[in-house]
Structures are given as C-alpha cells and as structure tokens.
C-alpha cells in the first residue's frame, strides 16, 4: 500500500489551510497514494500555537471536510486528517468512498491540551486495504502503554500526528523525539509513520520508522514536503521473533 504523510504550515486560516489539504491530496493522487495522512489539527490549526480555539468557525469546517470527503471518493484515496471536534483533538479517517469510518481523539492531554480539549475513548484502530492500522497523536508517543495497546490487538502500521514545533531550533528535542519513535517501532515490531507541522520549527519529524529501528525515509525538516512510502507487510527475522515472543510472555 502507497502512503504518504504531508507536512505543511498550518494555521489561525482555515482557507490557506484548506487549500494546502487540496493540493496534497492532488498530488498524492497523481502518485498513487492510497492513505495520506495529515498532522494534528492540521485543517483547523493547533490552539493556542497556531489559533485561539475560541476563533475556530466550526461550521467552516463542516464545509470543508464534507469536501475532502468528495475528494477521497473522486480519488479511491483513503485520508487521515488532523482536526478538533466537539473538544476533541481527533484524528478523522475517511474512506475511499468518501465515508467517515472513525474518529481517534487524543487521549494523553497536558498542557495546552487540557485547557481546550476533553480526553478520547477508542483505541483509534482500523483495516484498511487489509492493514491493520493505528493512531496515535503527537504526546502520546511519550508513554510505551499507548503503542503497546496496538501491539497487543496485532497492528502492524502506526501513524503518529504531531503538532510539535518550537520558536528556536532545538535539535536536541527533534533528536529525542525521533528516539521515542523509533523505539516504540523496535520494541512493537511495528512500522511506525510520523507527521509533523512546519509552522515553526520543528521538533518532531515527518519519517518512517521499520520495525527494527532504521528510519527508512525522512523529510525535508521546515519544509512543505509529501513524503511517500510504499509499505509492505514486513519480515519478521530473528531479532523481531525474539522481541515478539518475549512480549508475549509477559503478557
């Protein structure tokens, strides 16, 4: 299965937000792509960095995503978008028909979150094309339990939506949030895709991870960029055996 992972610089704007959407989702169906995946609160923009959640035309958004829902059924494109409903920081996942099919709301809140968001429910897990698939959102790459829970139900694709930028460069926690990705890869011997914002700089990278460690691509950092991967059910060697085994041993 092609997917791709769009970074762009989301924002206060819900038009120049809008219109990036489009245009990746453009040119992910001219390569084939078939999920494409967006970061947090991408559509709307992240509150309070990017917006004042107080600001936010809901109605607005309605609009658009009933648009992006036109546009993955015109495409036979599944899409995974960013963006806040009913206090919730979600992740939507919208079919190649253009059907909702889930709803992943953030649930390891702090910060900022808990001023403006209320803690989800589900464990944000879905089949598509015959892969089963996780979410996860930005904080939650934090704690191993969260990953673990989509070990344990046997998913083998995970996507991490980030809204993790700073006003300065900080290599340093760039570099450390890389390692909590490729981590919770290795140890759930599972592939593992992240997706950033560039409205600032940021300190979360748009990357795949494979189920040994190695990033296996990497985007452009601050840049506007659709990463693309074409993701294949891996092999489970030696090593992956063991980890897997003894995981289950502890269960």
Known sequence: MRIGAFQFSSCEDTELNFAAIKRAIVEAAENKVKLLVFHECALCGYPPLETDISKIDFDKLDI???????????????????????????????????????????????????????????QGIYEIDGVKIGFRICYEVRFPEYLRELFKEKVELCFVCFNDTSQEDSIDRYDTIKAHLLTRAVENVMTVVSVNSIS???????????????????????????????????????????RIAHSLDLM
């Open 64 to 122: 658009c995503i009933a648009e992006i829902r036109q546009m993955a059924k015109q495409y036979n494109m599944h899409i995974a978008l960013g963006n806040i409903r009913e206090k919730h920081n979600e992740v939507l996942v919208i079919d190649s028909k253009g059907e909702i099919i889930g709803r992943y709301a953030k649930r390891a809140l702090w910060g900022w979150d808990l001023d403006n968001f209320v803690k989800g429910e589900n």
């Open 200 to 242: 600032n700089y940021q300190t979360a990278p748009t990357a795949v991870f494979d189920i040994n460690g190695k990033i296996v691509s990497e985007a452009p950092k601050n840049e506007e960029y659709l990463l693309i991967y074409d993701y294949e059910t891996p092999e489970i060697g030696f090593g992956a055996r063991g």
